[in-house]
Nanobody, 122 residues
Framework: VQLQASGGGLVQAGESLRLSCATSRTFSNNAIGWFRQAPGKEREFVATISWNGGITSFADSVKGRFSISRDRYKNAVYLQMSALKPEDTAVYYC?????????????????WGQGTQITVSS
C-alpha cells in the first residue's frame, strides 16, 4: 500500500481524534501532507510534515488544535486533532509530496491515499 489513511469516525464537537497514514518505505524521504474535502467544497490543505519530522505547517483554521507527527520506523504519519468543530467535518486524505519539505499546495503531492471520513456533530 502506498498510502493508507485510517482513524476517521463520528465524534462530538470538542472531542479529539487521531488519524493515521500508513506509508510505503519509498516515501521515507518525502514530506507527507494531510488535506480534507467537505461536501460541495474544494480540497484544502490541513497540515504537512517534512521527511524527518523537523518542519511542520498547518492551515490557519487548525492551528493550535491539530498536531502532526511522524514515525519513520513505522512508516506512519499521524494527525492528532483536538477541540474538533463541526466545520472540521470532511473526508481527510494523506498524500506524499514530491519534495522532502511539504507544501500547502496539493499540486506538489503526487501520491494520494484513499480518504477517511470525519464527522463532527454539534
Amino acid at each position: 500500500v502506498q498510502l493508507q489513511a485510517s482513524g476517521g469516525g463520528l465524534v462530538q464537537a470538542g472531542e479529539s481524534l487521531r488519524l493515521s497514514c500508513a506509508t510505503s518505505r519509498t516515501f521515507s524521504n518525502n514530506a507527507i501532507g494531510w488535506f480534507r474535502q467537505a461536501p460541495g467544497k474544494e480540497r484544502e490543505f490541513v497540515a504537512t510534515i517534512s521527511w524527518n519530522g523537523g518542519i511542520t505547517s498547518f492551515a490557519d483554521s487548525v492551528k493550535g488544535r491539530f498536531s502532526i507527527s511522524r514515525d519513520r520506523y513505522k512508516n506512519a504519519v499521524y494527525l492528532q486533532m483536538s477541540a474538533l468543530k463541526p466545520e472540521d467535518t470532511a473526508v481527510y486524505y494523506c498524500a506524499a509530496s514530491v519534495h522532502s519539505i511539504g507544501s500547502t499546495t496539493s499540486q506538489r503531492y503526487n501520491s494520494w491515499g484513499q480518504g477517511t471520513q470525519i464527522t463532527v456533530s454539534s
